[in-house]
């Protein structure tokens, strides 16, 4: 069975209908023309310590896209191919080559936006994830970036962050490719169904869920203090923990003046005063996860200041920036020539995708 698509995706991928016209009118050219010269194309991107990802899915990509049609039917030229690649999950910097693709061009031309685009995002992802979890000193950083892109790219997203390092993920489809269980709170849309009864709230959850741990948000009324002692206090040991998502826009009521540095949204004093409320009742079993956000500098801050937190959930903040990758023809006919700039370039680290078990 085909990991990555279906037979209806595979059939869309092999006539080109996912690349761009200009590579594929190339692949026809090149086949009309009976020109099957060998080529070697290098890819590469232009960013120091970047966690590379995608490896394994643009080989099969050429497993299952490298050939043509002919009178109708698929002839894979896949076998005519050699390929060398850095290992997923290595660092790689600023022109180091990633991958060479040598054989005929005619077979594989029409794959270059494809395979470009699949390390252009998991490197991405996976990037983004490693420097938010070097932020957080070891503790868990929960990837919530199910609402910032399209959905159909859950899996593969789910794929990066884990590999970049993330502890847990909040879909299914996330946790598709490696073999755990989605996790999260309970969502504000539910405590307004029950009349906006957070305590309520979480007793429904655990009377319905309850081998699932019971981690509730608690800034429903913009008091985190006094909603996560009354929750734990209705709850006790049947709660596991207590997530902080205040709006950045909001001080939250338990802090009641305080002018010292930036008192909105969830901030240092606000989590150190839930954990300090928390431990006065004999609540030091309840977790703290904070939302709402986060970034590689605000983590960076609370784990300076030894905020008293147990987990991080970040979202949208994983999924900026951008990781291009540039793919050129630096060989012909095993002959060294390239578009002025390119050259040529071994790197060490490149493999044979198919001899390492690594690559999957």
């Known amino acids: 069975m085909q990991k990555y698509w279906d037979s209806k995706t595979i059939d869309k991928i092999r006539k080109g209908y996912y690349s761009a016209v200009y590579f594929d009118r190339a692949r026809q050219i090149l086949l009309k023309e009976k020109n099957l010269k060998p ?26 896209g490298t ?25 790689v910097n600023s022109f180091d080559s990633v991958m060479h693709i040598t054989g005929p061009y005619a077979y594989f031309a029409h794959l270059e936006s494809l395979y470009l685009g699949i390390l252009a995002r998991k490197t991405k992802i996976a990037t983004n994830v490693r420097v938010v979890v070097r932020a957080s000193k070891g503790k868990p950083v929960l990837f919530f970036a199910d609402r910032y892109d399209y959905f159909l790219n859950q899996e593969q997203d789910g794929y990066a962050a884990l590999l970049g390092g993330a502890s847990l993920v909040c879909t299914p489809a996330q946790a598709f490719y490696w073999n755990k269980n989605a996790v999260g709170t309970i969502p504000h849309a539910l405590i307004a169904m029950f009349d906006g009864n957070t305590i309520e709230t979480a007793k429904m959850f655990a009377k319905h869920f309850p081998k699932v741990p019971l981690i509730i948000v608690v800034d429903f009324d913009n008091d985190c203090v006094e909603t996560s002692l009354k929750v734990a206090k209705a709850l006790n040991k049947k709660l596991w923990g207590v997530r902080l998502d205040t709006s950045e826009s909001l001080i939250d009521v338990s802090l009641g003046n305080v002018k010292r540095g930036s008192s909105k949204g969830v901030n240092p004093l606000l989590v150190k005063r839930v954990r300090e409320a928390l431990n006065k009742e004999k609540f030091n079993f309840v977790k703290i996860i904070v939302s709402g956000g986060f970034t590689k500098e605000k983590i960076e801050l609370f784990e300076k200041m030894k905020v008293p937190v147990d987990a991080y959930a970040v979202g949208s903040a994983l999924m900026e920036g951008k990781y291009d990758f540039t793919a050129d023809v630096v060989k012909v006919d095993n002959k060294k020539i390239a578009k002025t700039g390119r050259v040529f370039k071994l790197n060490r680290q490149m493999r044979d995708p198919l001899e390492h078990s690594e690559l999957g």
């Open 67 to 91: 050939g043509y049609f002919k009178n109708g039917r698929w002839v894979s030229r896949w076998k005519e191919l050699s390929v060398k690649a850095v290992p997923e999950g290595k660092i």
């Open 39 to 64: 080529v070697t194309m290098q890819i590469f991107q232009k960013k120091n310590d970047v966690l590379l990802c995608g490896v394994n899915e643009v080989v099969e990509l050429l497993k299952i």
